[in-house]
């Protein structure tokens, strides 16, 4: 059958090249970053540390990419729930994860069932922070120093305890290494959460507990608590003339951090963007102020020095948490 052959009209004629001229531009268009609004998974109740992150960096975000930015909050299972979720999700940069370090330095070594690498399945896209970690005891312990604290409990083996927010918590991990490296001996009282454990150990029902400032201070400064160390490898710009545990153990340190996310295999141009405006919304003075009343001294790295601390951290925490036999129920 003959092809039939049908003559463009003159309008057709002229916009032929038109078309073809603008063919490029919509495909940058179509390729643009970001195309539509950016959802931040917080994989924490409401109200936690990594929430207020979230919430205190949409606004900014938004501004500066020209797109809403939401806030979902998916918990459970130490973080796995609402990280899944990102790490199924497009590449594409409009779905990205605020999360805590335990979840991708911890949580391998202290579940059977993981549904994803904490590593391996994410595109590291900002480090955010890092948390000031204190080691409070009750003021009826007789010591102001950990030196002090040490030889005590040394001279009552097993007679103290130590408070967590449950196996396998940070504060869990803090206590355990530090009974580990100092040859001590204590009974770990596990709570379902660190409300309970902090009100316990201010009660004396406990005499040790290693979290958060945000949990410690108030208590601390009120005089219920007593304040030894912080548990980070330098002393904090929010508390500098508290020392380390470090000073006291060499080689102590537990510095619990806060980052941004993607899902694995984003283009690195999409990376690159959202590390600078985070970069420059985190450093802003209201914001530092902000998270420095809450206990979180802000960062400002590259993507691949925080791949590289998420890499390390999950060797050296697998590596603890398999030694001292601890695990975890994600449920």
């Given amino acids: 059958?003959?092809?039939?052959?049908?003559?463009?009209?003159?309008?057709?004629?002229?916009?032929?090249?038109?078309?073809?001229?603008?063919?490029?531009?919509?495909?940058?268009?179509?390729?643009?970053?970001?195309?539509?609004?950016?959802?931040?998974?917080?994989?924490?109740?409401?109200?936690?540390t990594t929430d207020i992150l979230a919430r205190t960096l949409a606004e900014p975000l938004r501004l500066a990419l020209g797109q809403p930015v939401l806030i979902e909050n998916r918990s459970g299972a130490s973080g796995n729930i609402g990280s899944a979720v990102v790490a199924r999700a497009a590449p594409d940069g409009h779905s990205i994860l605020f999360n805590a370090m335990n979840t991708h330095a911890m949580n391998h070594a202290l579940m059977k069932d993981m549904p994803f690498d904490g590593v391996e399945?994410?595109?590291?896209?900002?480090?955010?922070?890092?948390?000031?970690?204190?080691?409070?005891?009750?003021?009826?312990?007789?010591?102001?120093?950990?030196?002090?604290?040490?030889?005590?409990?040394?001279?009552?083996?097993?007679?103290?305890?130590?408070?967590?927010?449950?196996?396998?918590?940070?504060?869990?991990?803090?206590?355990?290494?530090?009974?580990?490296?100092?040859?001590?001996?204590?009974?770990?009282?596990?709570?379902?959460?660190?409300?309970p454990a902090v009100l316990d150990t201010v009660a004396g029902q406990v005499q040790l507990f290693f979290s958060a400032a945000t949990q410690t201070l108030p208590h601390v400064n009120a005089g219920r608590l007593r304040l030894l160390a912080v548990t980070e490898g330098r002393r904090s710009a929010l508390l500098p003339d508290v020392p380390t545990v470090g000073e006291t153990l060499p080689g102590y340190e537990l510095a619990v951090w806060y980052g941004a996310l993607g899902p694995r295999g984003m283009p690195a141009a999409v990376v690159a963007r959202l590390n600078a405006e985070l970069n420059r919304a985190i450093m802003q003075t209201e914001v530092k102020d902000r998270m420095a009343a809450i206990g979180v001294e802000v960062a400002n790295d590259t993507p691949e020095a925080f791949g590289a601390l998420m890499r390390a951290d999950a060797a050296r925490w697998g590596r603890a948490i398999r030694d001292l036999g601890i695990t975890a129920d994600a449920t």
């Fill in 1 to 48: 059958m003959p092809t039939t052959l049908i003559a463009p009209t003159r309008r057709a004629a002229l916009a032929a090249p038109l078309a073809a001229a603008l063919l490029p531009l919509a495909g940058r268009a179509q390729g643009a970053f970001p195309s539509r609004p950016i959802t931040i998974m917080v994989p924490w109740a409401p109200g936690g």
């Fill in 121 to 195: 399945d994410f595109s590291p896209i900002a480090l955010l922070g890092h948390a000031l970690n204190t080691m409070v005891i009750h003021p009826s312990v007789p010591a102001r120093t950990v030196a002090e604290f040490i030889a005590h409990v040394r001279a009552n083996p097993g007679r103290l305890s130590y408070a967590s927010a449950g196996a396998g918590s940070a504060n869990h991990l803090c206590a355990a290494i530090f009974l580990q490296m100092a040859g001590l001996d204590m009974v770990h009282v596990p709570y379902r959460g660190g409300a």
